[in-house]
């Protein structure tokens, strides 16, 4: 159980353009969501926290008119990468927990997303 | 703030061996800390956690060890095989909030 999807799993782009990432809890609702980035031979960051119904949480540093996030439902959030340009070719990856707060995030298998 | 490492450490074992990745944490507020290990082209897989409360907690083949004087964690895999070669994270979770950090990590390569 406790399965999250994220599609599409790449993605390959033109500089100028946005891309879309969605991002599933496929057997439990969460009303939070989180969005990290993860560049080669790094760890992962946290960009954002997708809250159900509201707006999100964007981490310091973190443009959110750039990438936009959209919670709509309880099993949905999607991040869009708005003009997305060369810098922002990086691994994506959504999680979120179906248990209390104290209690581990399940990740989706990421997206890959280089602008070209 | 975020602890994000410029290089992957990497440690090496034989197969059979044991393997301990360590980890220092930033946050001596974080009350709950989890184990990751991540494939190449995959996210992240959950693999033990611990509270603040204990300093040890078992698991199959895998110990995590906390000890909050000094922020360290580690995570012991008892007779390491070529499938957990991997890049292992650990995760610090502050009390009150939902959000995790994840720390540097560390690239296990298990030699055949």
């Known amino acids: 159980g406790a399965v999250v999807s994220q599609h599409p799993s790449w993605v390959i782009c033109k500089s100028g353009t946005s891309v879309k990432i969605e991002c599933r809890s496929l057997?439990?609702?969460?009303?939070?969501m989180f969005w990290y980035r993860q560049f080669p031979k790094q760890s992962l960051m946290l960009m954002a926290t997708?809250?159900?119904?509201?707006?999100?949480?964007?981490e310091q540093g973190v443009e959110k008119d750039k990438f936009l996030i959209n919670h709509a439902s309880l099993t949905l959030s999607t991040l869009t990468v708005t003009s997305a340009h060369p810098e922002d070719s990086s691994f994506y990856i959504c999680?979120?927990?179906?248990?209390?707060?104290?209690?581990?995030?399940?990740f989706g298998n990421g997206t890959r997303l280089t602008v070209t | 703030g975020e602890s994000v490492g410029l290089h992957l450490p990497t440690l090496s074992v034989q197969e059979g061996d044991n393997s301990i990745i360590n980890c220092a944490y930033s946050?001596?507020?974080?009350?709950?800390f989890i184990w990751y290990k991540q494939e190449s082209g995959k996210g992240p897989q959950f693999i033990i956690d611990?509270?603040?409360?204990?300093d040890k907690r078992q698991g199959q083949r895998v110990t995590v060890l906390l000890n909050k004087t000094v922020k360290h964690l580690s995570l012991q895999i008892a007779a390491t095989q070529p499938g957990d070669s991997a890049v292992y994270f650990c995760?610090?979770?502050?009390?009150?909030?939902?959000?995790?950090?994840f720390g540097t990590g560390t690239k296990l390569q298990v030699i055949p």
């Open positions: 999680s979120a927990r179906p248990g209390a707060t104290d209690s581990p995030l399940h």
């Open positions: 057997d439990f609702q969460a009303t939070t």
């Open positions: 997708s809250n159900e119904g509201s707006k999100a949480t964007y």
């Open positions: 946050n001596s507020a974080s009350d709950y």
């Open positions: 611990i509270r603040s409360n204990m």
């Open positions: 995760a610090e979770h502050l009390g009150g909030y939902q959000k995790v950090t």
